[in-house]
């Protein structure tokens, strides 16, 4: 059945006016001038078909007309308030579904989200692989990190980071380019590859070569020792991105979230 289209602002406008019986006073309620009342209410009455005020001698009364609706309509404003209550109570839980990389997740999105919920135990996480084209409606999803040259079509914010990194087991390893999807190089003797910079990474830790990764997926094995540095970082133009569409990077807990992330 098709829905009547609903004079919202003229029925607000018309609570205002019946609870107070005074054209003043809803103004003063509602922030507008009395002519503005006026004028809202006589919109409504030929849009009803119906009229709702009367001026006597001792003020403004209602009519039958516009008594027999104020309790259903008082009522629907009551109900109106609870559905805002209720869609803005995922907001307080602070519960997020987030699509990441499985290499970065691992190495380093994993770690970050245990110190963020032990500093503010109302968070909860569901984490979710990520796939090339990441679909925030069929997936539900808050917020999704990517690897690229930016946001692409949705909002975002860059994850901090050196760049990209080449790393070898302490030591040094076999003589060999470990490659990756995206990072693969053409001046190996030999060459191993690997399907994500994670794998590239236990690859160059476990002897079979070195590797070049994002800085960001290297740091912890790095300052753990389990890989060792080999010259400096260098400036990438690809890196990590926080990226949401616009109504969900609005939110309240992932603008939390995200602060959290890229401090």
């Known amino acids: 059945m098709k829905r009547t289209h609903l004079p919202l602002n003229g029925l607000r406008v018309l609570d205002a006016a019946a609870r107070h019986l005074s054209f003043t006073r809803a103004a003063d309620e509602l922030a507008v001038t009395p002519a503005a009342v006026g004028q809202q209410i006589r919109a409504l009455e030929d849009t009803l078909g119906v009229v709702l005020f009367r001026r006597t001698t001792r003020g403004l009364e209602l009519t039958p007309e516009g008594e027999a609706g104020l309790e259903a309509l008082r009522t629907g404003f009551l109900q109106f308030e609870d559905a805002v209550r209720a869609m803005q109570a995922g907001q307080s839980s602070k519960s997020l579904t987030i699509a990441a990389p499985r290499d970065l997740s691992a190495k380093w999105l994993m770690p970050r989200l245990a110190e963020i919920a032990a500093s503010d135990g109302e968070f909860r996480f569901s984490v979710v692989p990520a796939d090339a084209q990441i679909d925030f409606t069929e997936a539900n999803l808050d917020l999704a990190i990517r690897w690229g040259e930016?946001?692409?079509?949705?909002?975002?914010?860059?994850?901090?980071?050196?760049?990209?990194?080449?790393?070898?087991?302490?030591?040094?390893?076999?003589?060999?380019?470990?490659?990756?999807?995206?990072?693969?190089?053409?001046?190996?003797?030999?060459?191993?590859?690997?399907?994500?910079?994670?794998?590239?990474?236990?690859?160059?830790?476990?002897?079979?070569?070195?590797?070049?990764?994002?800085?960001?997926?290297?740091?912890?094995?790095?300052?753990?020792?389990?890989?060792?540095?080999?010259?400096?970082?260098?400036?990438?133009?690809?890196?990590?991105?926080?990226?949401?569409?616009?109504?969900?990077?609005?939110?309240?807990?992932?603008?939390?979230?995200?602060?959290?992330?890229a401090s």
């Open 150 to 261: 930016g946001p692409g079509e949705h909002e975002g914010e860059a994850l901090e980071s050196d760049g990209m990194v080449t790393v070898e087991r302490p030591g040094g390893g076999a003589d060999m380019v470990i490659g990756w999807p995206g990072c693969l190089s053409e001046d190996a003797r030999a060459l191993v590859r690997v399907g994500d910079a994670g794998l590239a990474l236990d690859a160059a830790a476990s002897g079979l070569g070195r590797a070049t990764v994002p800085e960001l997926i290297a740091r912890a094995d790095i300052a753990a020792g389990r890989v060792t540095l080999i010259g400096e970082p260098k400036v990438a133009r690809y890196g990590y991105w926080l990226v949401a569409p616009l109504p969900q990077w609005r939110q309240a807990k992932v603008k939390a979230l995200v602060d959290a992330l």
